[in-house]
Structure formats: structure tokens, C-alpha cells
């Protein structure tokens, strides 16, 4: 009998068990131990997404455990039937797994190369000739058989998200009993600088941000103020607990058991919208849970996408939804379009589409605003206390002014610990979105106001409206981690306070930080802080320029620290650049701003040189106002041109944008987000065009 043969018999001789050992032992080291490494140091991702301990039981056995065994029956039922093929298919998966481990460190060594895929696959289909042909290599994935049960335990029972599967709520999250009559509000944004709200005279921009403006006409200002963290999971609970963030912390109630929600439960009704964080008890905060097969599912879809980013090469991953930039529904487009008027747009609530948010979490970024400010109105025997914290302005950038949205196609804006491009014009492209989604999020907020208003609490209420963290607008920069080039536009964040009774606006220049929200709140409401805290209220801080500003960077773990005089004048740079951007209007932004309105009286023939495509033509032929989802954001590739050539793109026959041409990996791109009242119901012709010297234009692609 040949060696070949005798291997062969050894194989049908494996069996179930020994078949689900190995290929068990070749899953756990190509997808298992990667994926559950990168979530155990990730436990904020459940938290975000509200996954429950079964949910995270459920991955870790599911996802360990299930494709082997399942791997293994087809195998044993295979061979029971055609024993040949049995051993084919056994020996196949052992090679497609080995090439699973081998590919990632295989891209790595060809820089990212999509050649990486068939030398993975060589080295896989190399080693499967190995296994089949000597007991020594089989023996050797048979010592390996314990890595599932190892992947498994180290994420359960030893990495950071242990504590979301062996922690019970803290024993110490108890209410206190404040006795306070004063209605509280406290409203977080999410990723504003405080520069995107000013107009360059050291003022909110009253014409942009109409709501928030006239807020602040009533309230006081803290214009120097900085938040003390990156990131949403560690800046918000600062707030909450008036601590600054320390190093393994959850944002969990286990590891913040004291805080605004304790401190004002005997007295307050908690009125709360908490979509990242989970600080405020289960019993003081009942959330409506998703059914667990829907949250799976969205988990299972998810991951699907953070499995192929730690699998493919970089040429591979370019065409993959980020999963960087929020902590859900990867890659799930906006595809709400039922008919409904800009009005009802901002308030009707959505249908979930089969995943737990098109968004965060559990619902889209709109209906907590809408579900905050209709349970303002109930009645109630206690005062409320109102905690808002909104995901927006938050990219990625989809919402117009009047909270439609509009469709993207080519959207690339780096994740917080990546640096943008060294165009500043293709980062002012993406500020403008920002400016956009703002404005939405001043109209939600001016919602709120109003209804407070309307309420009789407005008044006697106190009201902090603040942000979590900022974020960078600055070529070559990190957009989201601290560094002491941008340090101002990540920690000056937006901090106005309306005292009770207060009726007269000011801007007060103290170095306040985001830990002193509960402090002062807690003042306003004429109670003191029973635990030790690292704030104070707000009116008590100094005002010296050489107090250190450190925001934590949550990847390092380790402080950027500059003292507020730099950050101040950092601030200021950037006001004044902001000012003369937005010179023209927030659509104005673009190297040819004198050019929007101009009416092309012919069109030019087309130039057989230069060609641009524009993306979904067929959406700007069937335009509907009264949908929530426009075709504004204009896009497409470019062929013919050089890298930062100057365009123009007409609607209809007008001039509504200018951009420049972008080079990306494998050629030049375009984007440009023309103004909704520039689309007519029905069809619409948009036309895109070089500019030459002279101002000639030259049509080199569109719609018609």
C-alpha cells in the first residue's frame, strides 16, 4: 500500500469528532481569535449597540463553535455516502482555511496587494497536499484543537468586554433623594466644534444657527470651553458623573454607578435618550429592546464586514463599507423614502428595516429628538429632568438644513485615528456637510426649546447644551485624535448654560471643562455633588490662560495637553478661516463661487478629451420634493483631466456648484452637493463642466 493511500484510509477513518477538531482548531485561528480580539478590546461596540449578555453568549459559542460543527457533519455525512469526494471536501476546507490564516500577514507583505489573494491561496492549497499526505501535519492541527475553547475564554472571561458578560449593575448605583424643584435639561451633540457654531466675531452665527443662537441670547456662553476626552464613550460619562475618564473604564452603569440619573431619580422624571453609553441604571431607564433575532441579525451582518477587514488586503477593502467611522448598521444605507412633507420629515417615525438602526443603536438619529421632545408635554407631578444626547452632528454628513437626506455614492472621510487628505479643498468639500447637518440639528434642537417653551418649564428650568468632542477640518490632521496642530478643534466644544430666571445673554471666557456639567447642574438646582468629583460648576473656574487643556486620546490612553492660550489662538485661526469659506454661503464653498448662478444660455458640444460619468443618472430623471431622500449630492469619475482641474455643475441649466477634480486610487473622481431648490419635480438635466482659462466652459459629461 502507498503512503498516498494509507493517508487516504487514515482520513476516511477521522470521523465526526476528529474532522470537527481540526477544522474547529483552523476556523478558531483564522476568524474566531482575530474577531473576538479585536471586540474584547472593543467592549464599547456592545454597549453601543445595546447587545445583551445573551446576545454576546450567543456570538462568542455561535460564532466559535457552530460553522465547524456544521463544517464537520457535512464532512462525516459526505463520506458516508461518497467517501472520495468526503475526503476532497475535508481536505478542501482545511486548505481554504489555512489560506484564511495566511492571507492577512500574506497582505501585509505585499503592501496590501490584491496579489495577495493567490499566494495565500498557494500557500493553502500547498499545505492541504501536506496534511493529506503525512501524519505529522495532521497531528500538529490536532494540538491545535484547543484554540476555539481558548478564543472563547480569553474573550468571555478575561478581555475588557468581560465585564459586559460577569458584571451584574452596580450595587452602588442607588438614587439619592435631592429634593430639588428646578427642571433640568441637559442636551449633548455629538462631534461639534465650537468654531463651527461661531461666525469669526467671537458670536454664534445667527444665520445659520437661528435656534441655538437665540438660546444663547438668553444664556451664558462659556466660549473657552473643552472637553476632557476623544471619544463619545469616555466624554459623555465625564459629563454624566462630573469624573474624568480612567483607563479600562466601561460606559456602563457598573463602572459609573453615581450619577446625574442617581442624583436627581427621588426627585426628577427621567426623561432619557442615551443611544452610545448605558450609564443610566436599567430600572431608572427601561429601554425598548430590539427582539433578539433582530438584534443577531444586525450583529451578524455587521461583523460579516469587520470579518472582511481583517481578512482582505488594502486593494481589496477599498470598496467595503467603513466600520470605523460609528458602531452599527456597517454599510446599511438610508433607504426611508416614503412620501412625506419636509415638516412631518423631521417627526414621523420610521419602520425598522429588518436591523437595529439605520444608525445607532436602536433607531434612527431623528426619532430620539422626536421621542425627547413629545414626552416633555406629559403630565407629570414631578419636575422632568431632559438628557439628550444626539448622535448628530455626527458624521458620516447625510441630512440637509430641512432634514431631508440625500443619496451617497462615493463618500470617504477618514475614521478618527486616520489623517485627512493634504487637500484642504477636498476637507472644506466635507466641512461643508458638516455645516449642512448642523443646521439640521439646530432646527431638532430649536424643536425642543420651543416645546419647552410652550411647556412653562423653559424658565425655571436649567438647560446645558454642550458636545462631546469636536473634530478637526484641517489637511493632513487627524480628524478626531488630538494632537497639539488641532488640538483646539477637537477639545473647544459648545458649553451655554441657561440658569434659571435667566434672561439676559453673555459670554463668560472662564477655562471650563466638560466635567464641571453635573456640578453645575447641580448647583442651578440648589443641591451639592455627594461624591468626590474632578469638576465644579462652571462660574467657579478661573479664567487663566495658562490652566492646561488635556483631552484624553482614547486609543493611546494618554493626554494631549496644551495651555488654553494656544488652544485659544488655535480657535481663532480656525474662526477666521471659517469665515472667509463661508463668505458665499454654505454653498458657496468651492473654488468658484462667482461662477453659481450663471445661466448657460448654449450648451457646448462635448469634449472628446475630458469624460465625467455621473453616478445614478436615472434619480435626477424621476425627482419627488415630498420624498426624504434627494439626488443633491452629485457625483462621478473623471477620465481626460488633470488631478485638481476646476469644475462646475449645472442644474437645469444653472451653475449650482464648483469643485475640482480628485485623484484617488486608480483615477480622478468629482463630488458636488448642489442646493434641493435647484431640482424640479420630474426630470432634471445636470451637466458638468471645465472651467478654462477665461472662464470658458467645456461640457464634458451629465445626465442629458
Not at 438660546?215 to 476632557?228: E, I, K, L
Not at 436599567?282 to 451582518?301: I, K, M, S, V, Y
Not at 419627488?624 to 469619475?637: E, I, K, Q, Y
Request: charged share 20%.
Amino acid at each position: 500500500m502507498s503512503t498516498r493511500d494509507a493517508a487516504s484510509i487514515a482520513i476516511v477513518r477521522v470521523g465526526f469528532l476528529l474532522s470537527a477538531l481540526h477544522l474547529g482548531a483552523l476556523w478558531a485561528l483564522a476568524f474566531v481569535q482575530p474577531l473576538l480580539d479585536l471586540l474584547g478590546d472593543n467592549a464599547q461596540f456592545f454597549v453601543a449597540r445595546g447587545s445583551t449578555r445573551l446576545d454576546i453568549f450567543l456570538l462568542a459559542f455561535g460564532y466559535g463553535l457552530m460553522p465547524p460543527f456544521v463544517a464537520a457533519g457535512l464532512v462525516w455525512a459526505t463520506v458516508r455516502v461518497r467517501p472520495a469526494v468526503g475526503r476532497a471536501l475535508h481536505v478542501a476546507l482545511v486548505g481554504l482555511l489555512v489560506t484564511a490564516i495566511a492571507l492577512p500577514p500574506v497582505g501585509r507583505a505585499l503592501s496590501g496587494s490584491a496579489v495577495a489573494v493567490p499566494a495565500a491561496l498557494t500557500v493553502g492549497g500547498g499545505f492541504a497536499v501536506v496534511y493529506l499526505q503525512t501524519a505529522g501535519a495532521r497531528f500538529f492541527v490536532t494540538l491545535l484543537s484547543p484554540a476555539p475553547v481558548i478564543s472563547i475564554a480569553s474573550f468571555l472571561l478575561f478581555s475588557p468586554a468581560s465585564q459586559l458578560v460577569m458584571s451584574a449593575e452596580a450595587s452602588g448605583s442607588s438614587a439619592v433623594s435631592s429634593g430639588s424643584s428646578t427642571p433640568i435639561v441637559h442636551v449633548i451633540l455629538d462631534e461639534l466644534p465650537v468654531t463651527t457654531l461661531s461666525d469669526g466675531d467671537g458670536t454664534l452665527d445667527a444665520k445659520l444657527f437661528p435656534n441655538l443662537a437665540r438660546f444663547a441670547r438668553g444664556a451664558t456662553w462659556y466660549r473657552n470651553a473643552t472637553s476632557v476626552a476623544d471619544s463619545t464613550t469616555e466624554a459623555v460619562p465625564a459629563q454624566l458623573t462630573g469624573k474624568r475618564p480612567r483607563r479600562g473604564e466601561l460606559p456602563t452603569t457598573h463602572d459609573h454607578p453615581s450619577s446625574l440619573f442617581t442624583l436627581f431619580a427621588e426627585s426628577h422624571d427621567l426623561i432619557v435618550e442615551e443611544p452610545i453609553t448605558d450609564v443610566c441604571p436599567g430600572r431608572l431607564c427601561e429601554e425598548d429592546e430590539p427582539p433578539t433575532g433582530e438584534r443577531l441579525r444586525a450583529l451578524a451582518h455587521d461583523l460579516g464586514i469587520v470579518v472582511r477587514h481583517l481578512l482582505l488586503p488594502a486593494d481589496l477593502r477599498r470598496e467595503l463599507p467603513a466600520i470605523d467611522q460609528n458602531w452599527d448598521g456597517f454599510g446599511v444605507k438610508d433607504q426611508e423614502e416614503e412620501e412625506a412633507s419636509p415638516e412631518d420629515g423631521f417627526w414621523r417615525e420610521g419602520k425598522r428595516r429588518g436591523r437595529v438602526g439605520i444608525l445607532l443603536r436602536r433607531s434612527p438619529a431623528v426619532l430620539g429628538w422626536s421621542d425627547v421632545t413629545a414626552a416633555v408635554d406629559r403630565a407629570r407631578a414631578r419636575p422632568p429632568l431632559v438628557f439628550m444626547h444626539s448622535t448628530l452632528p455626527h458624521a458620516s454628513w447625510r441630512f440637509l438644513p430641512d432634514g431631508r437626506r440625500y443619496s451617497l455614492h462615493r463618500e470617504r472621510y477618514p475614521s478618527g485615528s486616520r489623517a485627512w487628505t493634504a487637500r484642504q479643498w477636498v476637507v472644506d468639500r466635507s466641512f461643508q456637510r458638516h455645516v449642512l447637518q448642523t443646521q439640521f440639528t439646530d432646527a431638532l434642537a430649536g424643536r425642543l426649546f420651543d416645546r419647552l417653551r410652550a411647556s412653562d418649564l423653559y424658565d425655571n428650568a436649567v438647560i446645558v447644551v454642550t458636545a462631546d468632542h469636536g473634530a478637526s477640518f484641517r489637511a493632513g490632521q487627524l480628524r478626531r485624535r488630538p494632537t497639539e496642530d488641532n488640538l483646539a478643534d477637537i477639545a473647544n466644544v459648545p458649553f451655554i448654560v441657561k440658569w434659571p430666571r435667566q434672561r439676559t445673554g453673555r459670554i463668560d471666557d472662564r477655562a471650563v471643562r466638560t466635567v464641571d456639567v453635573l456640578p453645575t447642574i447641580a448647583k442651578a438646582a440648589g443641591i451639592r455633588v455627594p461624591w468626590d468629583i474632578d469638576g465644579m460648576p462652571a462660574d467657579e473656574r478661573g479664567d487663566s490662560g495658562a490652566t492646561p487643556v488635556d483631552v484624553l486620546n482614547s486609543r493611546l490612553g494618554t493626554p494631549t495637553t496644551l495651555p488654553l492660550s494656544a488652544v485659544i489662538e488655535q480657535r481663532e485661526a480656525r474662526d477666521a478661516y471659517e469665515a472667509r469659506l463661508l463668505r458665499h454661503g454654505v454653498y458657496g464653498i468651492g473654488p468658484r463661487p462667482d461662477l453659481i448662478g450663471t445661466w448657460i444660455e448654449s450648451v457646448p458640444a462635448l469634449s472628446t478629451r475630458a469624460h465625467a460619468t455621473v453616478d445614478e443618472p436615472g434619480a435626477f430623471r424621476a425627482v419627488n420634493d415630498r420624498t426624504r431622500v434627494l439626488p443633491t449630492f452629485v457625483s462621478g469619475s473623471l477620465t481626460g483631466l488633470r488631478a485638481d482641474a476646476v469644475l462646475v455643475v449645472a442644474v437645469n441649466g444653472r451653475v449650482e456648484q464648483s469643485t475640482r477634480a480628485e485623484p484617488v486610487a486608480g483615477g480622478l473622481e468629482y463630488e458636488a452637493l448642489v442646493p434641493p431648490r435647484s431640482l424640479q419635480p420630474g426630470s432634471n438635466v445636470v451637466t458638468v463642466f471645465q472651467v478654462l482659462r477665461g472662464d470658458r466652459l467645456v461640457r464634458i459629461g451629465g445626465t442629458g
